[in-house]
């Protein structure tokens, strides 16, 4: 047994915990009558040392507990320092192992982690830690934090600093706004808010919130957004002084409040999808509720005798309760559910495993990063011609069993035995970062690298603002490269699609814009006479427009050429792209006759944000475009809850979702997705837009009969002849597809007049109707865009 060393002497009762402030070292020191509520990890001989915080990436000098609600993995720096811990009481844990960073966190575990510049006393202390061993979580039942905010209703005068941002709410500022402020925050998305009415927090994130009249909001940006965010649960009592110190109590009141709007919620999802006639998980939402209600009456029982109990309990009433609402949600039979993901696996198993977990999750489509840093994730012939290193190097000693080291072939073939189809994501002209060293790609083809204007070495460099290498999209033979590459992997991959990022030029100012390798401005020169290096937008404006479109051009060019040569692959291949809000986003509209598919990228986390960003996009890009929105909920480490409410709202007015990242994706928020709108397995309308459609008319004719003539949403008589309407509609899909946009028309009239004559419940009439208007969309884009 190695020598233990005291931290903490005395013992740590669950209620009225005293304790001092945690001092520079972690060690969290006796001292009487101040009192501070400290988390604290206590191992067998009683050593104890105080966590400085959760989930938070940044653990130089801190110990930082991990559990899985941040991820599958700590993605710690390698050179960390860390003990993962599996659960096996209340809140006793069995010390399993010691890595050195990136750690995978046991669903319902936790990880406890240092940084590679630590204190002794931190490192001390985790190195004394041995497998086997029982080490005790010792949580305060209350647990209060300050802040001082910037502002109070904050004015351009009396906040100068915010004055030019919505909201005027500055870079890593803490605001507070009042009824007094008006009705809403008026904040962007790139925040974090919280809802106050009555003292409690009701709602979590968003922008632009609605001011409560019984409340306030508080709003965080930067790192402030992070404070918020750690401290805030449902439930959690907020107190803003006369001088705008902003107070966060988390207590055993809190999460009873959490836990009591969750069953509340959870009772009126249920009764909602009751009142509209949703085929959902009527039984298991029942359930669930019943067993939350009981373990919260338990927790109600003993939180005086014994609070730690207590918590536990009240903690899982609220998971059941969330599951309950889960459960209440309709789960779509046609949509995407597509999940942006860079591999890392080296074995199968590690492959299985990402898959398994995406599977429950109830995913369709894995957008998989094919092409990063300047390599191929599969070897690659094409690089080899080009005298290029044949695969990436993390994959190239791979084992990947019968596939060899062919990491693309085994994420094809495996995704396929779980009902999951693979669309190639592509870093396109992207294919370095300064940290990483020169991409192989330069050091073979050096005149290959795009140049900004300020750059006058010689020689390539990486880009100023964001340290990336790019290939010149201008140049016929990179041109020539990319498209031999993408033609490989279509070729030789059942892939379904190309999912293009990076394909344009960075957009920069003047003197740090692109475009100015010495072969592009040859090329420029021996079209128009005008060596481009002289223009500028002050002195020739004219000019320098027509230079920058002819670089827009040559962008486009290369799209157009894709789109070409992957139709005349295959018809049904998807080429999609994703904009980032801002200038790309705009020029989307360039590339409205190749791509089949937009996945606008918004980034914000409420209804009103996402629907925007969508609406904006959809204004630039003619109907029949398939349309998904791509989501950021667990890049952002957002809640279980927050996760699906994400999900919900994207899908809104789209063919369905992308979420970024699954890098980044927890286990209980896998959970949540599987239990809640992707329970049941759905059909992909991009790639299969006819099965699609045959599947949601089908499941409409079934609903009929089996939930709304029962159940009393339309009489017998008129439902049979609405089913009789769908089942025509579906046959002239089948036999005359080109000609059945009058039947879908003829058939939404129908159910248009039914709702109007009250022979239909009217939101079961507007449900079918968009399933119907969906359905017609995807005929039409099977007529343009597959054939």
């Known amino acids: 047994m190695k020598k233990k060393f005291k931290v903490l002497t005395g013992s740590l009762l669950a209620t009225s915990l005293i304790f001092s402030a945690v001092d520079l070292s972690g060690s969290v020191k006796a001292q009487e009558n101040v009192p501070y509520n400290v988390l604290s990890v206590k191992d067998e001989s009683g050593d104890q040392m105080a966590i400085n915080g959760k989930n938070q990436l940044a653990n130089d000098n801190k ?25 096996t009481g209340v809140n006793t844990y069995r010390v399993v192992k010691d890595t050195d960073g990136d750690s995978a966190i046991p669903e319902n575990g936790l990880v406890l982690s240092t940084g590679d510049i630590s204190t002794t006393e931190i490192r001390n202390f985790l190195t004394q830690l041995e497998a086997g061993e029982t080490v005790t979580l010792q949580e305060p039942t209350e647990k209060r934090e300050q802040k001082q905010s910037n502002s109070v209703d904050p004015t351009r005068a009396s906040n100068p600093d915010g004055a030019v941002f919505d909201g005027f709410r500055g870079p890593d500022q803490l605001i507070v706004y009042t009824p007094a402020f008006g009705e809403s925050t008026k904040t962007n998305q790139y925040g974090y808010e919280i809802t106050v009415e009555n003292g409690f927090v009701t709602k979590l994130g968003g922008g632009n919130s609605k001011i409560p009249k019984n409340g306030f909001v508080v709003s965080g940006h930067g790192v402030n957004s992070s404070w918020i965010s750690s401290n805030s649960i ?17 207590d055993v009141e809190s999460f009873q ?124 012939k094409v690089m080899e011609k080009y005298g290029l290193p044949a695969q990436h190097p993390r994959f190239a ?50 005149e290959w690298a795009a140049i900004q204007r300020s750059n006058t070495t010689g020689t390539f460099q990486p880009d100023t603002a964001s ?76 000019e320098w427009e027509k230079w920058l479109d002819w670089l827009r051009e040559r962008e486009n060019d290369f799209v157009d050429k894709l789109h070409v040569q992957t139709k005349e692959m295959n018809k049904k291949f998807m080429l999609t792209a994703t904009p980032e809000p801002g200038p790309e986003a705009v020029q989307i509209s360039d590339w409205q006759e190749d791509i089949d598919g937009v996945i606008p990228q918004a980034y914000g986390h409420d209804f009103n944000s996402i629907q925007k960003t969508v609406t904006d996009s959809k204004k630039l890009m003619p109907e029949g475009t398939m349309y998904y929105t791509g989501i950021y909920s667990f890049y952002h480490h957002l809640s ?52 699609a459609t045959h599947t949601v008319l089908k499941n409409i004719e079934k609903q009929i009969m089996k939930i709304y003539i029962p159940k009393g949403a339309v009489s017998e008589k008129d439902g049979v002849s609405l089913k009789l309407a769908i089942k025509k509609l579906d046959q002239a899909v089948k036999k005359d597809i080109e000609n059945s946009s009058a039947v879908f028309d003829s058939t939404v009239a129908k159910v248009e007049q039914a709702v109007a004559e009250g022979k239909i419940d009217a939101v079961v009439g507007s449900r079918i109707k968009a399933d119907l208007l969906d359905a017609k969309m995807w005929v039409n884009y099977a007529l343009n865009h597959q054939k």
Do not use: C
């Not at 449902?234 to 988390?250: D, L, M």
């Not at 009751?274 to 509720?289: R, T």
């Not at 035995?417 to 192989?440: H, L, Y």
């Open 397 to 446: 000693n791979g084992d990947y069993g019968k596939y060899g080291k062919n990491l693309l072939d085994a994420y094809v073939k495996e995704g396929k035995k779980r009902g999951m189809t693979i669309q190639a994501w592509t870093d396109g002209f992207m294919i370095g970062e300064s940290s990483i060293g020169v991409p192989s790609q330069f050091a073979k083809y050096p």
């Open 640 to 691: 279980e809850m927050a996760s699906v409410s994400d999900v919900m709202s994207a899908k809104y007015g789209t063919s369905g979702v992308n979420m970024f990242a699954f890098g980044q994706a927890s286990a209980p928020s896998v959970d949540a997705l599987g239990k809640g709108p992707w329970r049941e397995k759905a059909v992909n309308p991009g790639e299969e837009p006819i099965v």
């Open 63 to 87: 110990l930082i507990l991990f559990n899985d609600e941040f991820s599958y993995y700590t993605e710690t720096q390698k050179g960390s320092m860390e003990i993962v811990l599996e659960k």
């Open 467 to 542: 340290k990336y290498y790019w290939l010149d999209i201008a140049q016929p033979d990179v041109q020539d490269f990319m498209l031999d590459i993408y033609k490989e992997m279509q070729a030789d991959y059942d892939i379904k699609g190309l999912n293009i990022d990076y394909m344009r030029y960075p957009h920069h100012k003047f003197e740090q814009s692109y475009g100015f390798s010495e072969r592009t401005k040859q090329l420029y020169q021996e079209k128009t006479g005008i060596d481009p290096y002289k223009l500028s937008p002050t002195t020739t404006p004219a």
């Open 234 to 250: 449902i439930g959690a009592k907020v107190n803003v002084s006369a001088n705008g110190v902003v107070e966060i109590v988390q």
């Open 257 to 380: 409040y959490q836990s009591k709007q969750a069953i509340d919620q959870a009772k009126s999802s249920i009764e909602k999808a009751k009142s509209e006639y949703l085929d959902v998980a009527f039984e298991e939402a029942n359930a669930a509720v019943q067993k939350a209600e009981s373990l919260l009456a338990e927790a109600e029982a003993i939180k005086s005798s014994d609070p730690v109990k207590s918590l536990d309990r009240t903690r899982q009433a609220t998971q059941s309760a969330y599951d309950a609402y889960y459960y209440s949600l309709a789960s779509h039979k046609a949509e995407q559910r597509a999940i942006w993901y860079r591999p890392e696996e080296t074995t199968l198993d590690g492959v299985k495993q990402v898959l398994d977990r995406m599977e429950k999750a109830g995913f369709n489509s894995v957008y998989l990063e094919t092409t990063f840093w300047g390599y191929t994730i599969y070897p690659s």
